[in-house]
């Protein structure tokens, strides 16, 4: 079988004799004497156009080559006389390796997103989804380097916990107890006759185990599939997600902020020197500002403003919010996107927030009344990166957990890690996706994941 991709043949200084490509046909026309194939094999963006001559011994096949199936093509790569390329592939063979029927559903039109969810298998042969993937690699790529190249180290969090690490109870039971048995139904999830003898769930956060390792190996990261029973269908939540978690220990709010801002930079950095032909397609096809927007947020100072001040100005914005603003309310996401796209108009970080809307995990402040989070919120998307200072000292620590209802019997072992060698530490998460969305100016978190995890919504 033939490995060599398009995107290689595409970026060659001379002609060559004897190529071979396999890939999928997008379109296929006749003309006199010969019929133009383009083929696409998903290395890239572009197709390669195939001249395939009537003289081939099966060309009655070839003319009836349909879009989407699958073809191999042996030949010589040759300048384009054509526009709008600059290599073509003359072809002396050409097999059909796998057929497609007429009722192939991606015939050569511009589908909706919505239609093209409902076939999320095959979206990735589109124009639009080839690029989306092709980025998401690219940008998995770039996160593993950025934190390698500063030192940090991966860690492997699991993902069935016994801890809810945000509190928020949105956690996805796991359990193999057969809950179709019907004295269940009256008894209940007997959580000690179940597998683990303990209530078990799906990770919301790697968090809690990051900070052990960072309290052991100093600067730390986890980039995994975290997993949230929140009922809320919106286009920036998805029930299965990828969150990207570095903690640093030794390390304080300023400089989480200044690592969360750094990474933002770095990955568009990244993706724009990388990927500048399929980011061409987002700019031109999905959303005409994005260029525009990545280089501002490339360009700006990011804004660092506190709960309160954010507040203040959201108080005498004079805009009339579907949720009113009060200090104490979790900010909504018409409030991050007033603060971010139309008064300031730059990436905003927000710190020190009420205790009362934030997990246990996060120090106090002296004020005794906020804590040390921070939330970077972008244009576009709202909030992308949700982080704090952790709380290091053990007595204060407790009594927020008492505070917010929490058995401390649970967290024994995090509680160690502030009795022995606590030191003063910080992290963050990023979620990926929104991250993609943001870059690609993709406005549905569906459109992002191969195969999205939504309310009601568990096909593929
Ligand atoms: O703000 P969150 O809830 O923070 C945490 O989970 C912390 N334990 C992270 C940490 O400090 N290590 O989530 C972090 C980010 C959010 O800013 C958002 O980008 C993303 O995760 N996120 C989601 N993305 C998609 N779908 C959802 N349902 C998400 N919930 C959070
Ligand atoms: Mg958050």
Redesign the pocket.
């Known amino acids: 079988m033939n490995r060599i991709k398009i995107h290689s043949l595409l970026q060659s200084k001379t002609p060559l004799d004897q190529v071979q490509v396999s890939g999928w046909v997008r379109t296929r026309r006749d003309s006199k004497g010969f019929s133009f194939i383009e083929v696409n094999d998903g290395s890239c963006l572009k197709n390669i156009q195939i001249i395939a001559p009537s003289s081939l011994p099966n060309y009655d096949e070839i003319q009836r080559l349909t879009t989407g199936s699958a073809v191999g093509i042996s030949g010589s790569l040759v300048p384009s006389q054509g526009k709008g390329q600059s290599w073509e592939i003359t072809a002396t063979r050409i097999s059909v390796i796998g057929p497609a029927p007429e009722t192939f559903p991606l015939q050569k039109k511009r589908h909706s997103d919505e239609y093209l969810r409902t076939i999320a298998h095959l979206r990735p042969r589109t124009n639009k989804y080839g690029a989306v993937f092709r980025i998401r690699s690219e940008l998995s790529y770039a996160v593993h380097t950025f934190f390698r190249d500063r030192g940090f180290r991966y860690i492997h969090s699991p993902i069935i916990t016994g801890s809810d ?2 509190g ?1 109870g949105e956690m996805f039971r796991v359990t193999t107890l057969d809950i179709k048995n019907p004295e269940l139904k009256d008894r209940g999830l007997d959580a000690t006759r179940d597998f683990f003898g303990k209530e078990a769930s799906l990770t ?5 185990s ?1 900070e052990m390792f960072a309290l052991a190996l100093g600067d730390v990261y ?1 980039f995994g599939p ?1 997993f ?1 029973a ?1 009922n ?1 269908n919106t286009r ?4 299965e ?1 990828w ?1 990207i ?3 640093m220990a030794f390390c304080d709010l300023s400089g989480n902020m200044d690592l969360g801002e750094e990474l933002i930079r770095y990955l568009i950095n990244h993706v724009l020197r990388e990927c500048r032909e399929d980011m061409e397609l987002f700019g031109n096809f999905v959303d005409k500002t994005l260029m525009e927007t990545l280089n501002h947020i490339l360009s700006s100072e990011f804004i660092r403003l506190s709960y309160t001040e954010a507040v203040e100005i959201l108080k005498t914005s004079k805009v009339s919010f579907d949720y009113p603003v009060a200090y104490g309310i979790d900010l909504q996401s018409e409030h991050e996107k007033y603060l971010t796209e139309i008064h300031f108009k730059k990436p905003v970080i927000l710190h020190d927030y009420p205790k009362t809307i934030k ?1 246990f ?1 996060m120090r106090l402040n002296v004020d005794q009344r906020t804590v040390a989070a921070m ?2 919120l972008v244009p576009g ?1 709202g ?6 200072q952790r709380e290091e000292r053990l007595d204060v620590l407790q009594d927020r957990m008492d505070e917010m209802g929490l058995l401390k019997e649970n967290y024994w072992w995090y509680l160690d890690s502030r009795r022995y060698g606590s030191v003063p530490h910080s ?9 993609i969305m943001m870059i690609t100016g993709i406005t549905n ?1 569906r459109d992002v994941i191969p195969f999205p995890r939504t309310p009601g919504n568990i096909d593929f």
């Open positions: 690490c945000e928020a919301v956060s790697g968090q809690l990051a986890t975290t949230r929140e809320s920036r939540h998805a029930a997600f969150m978690e570095p903690e997990p995990y939330d970077i998307i909030e992308i990166v949700g982080g704090s992290g963050f998460g990023m979620g990926f996706e929104r991250l978190i």
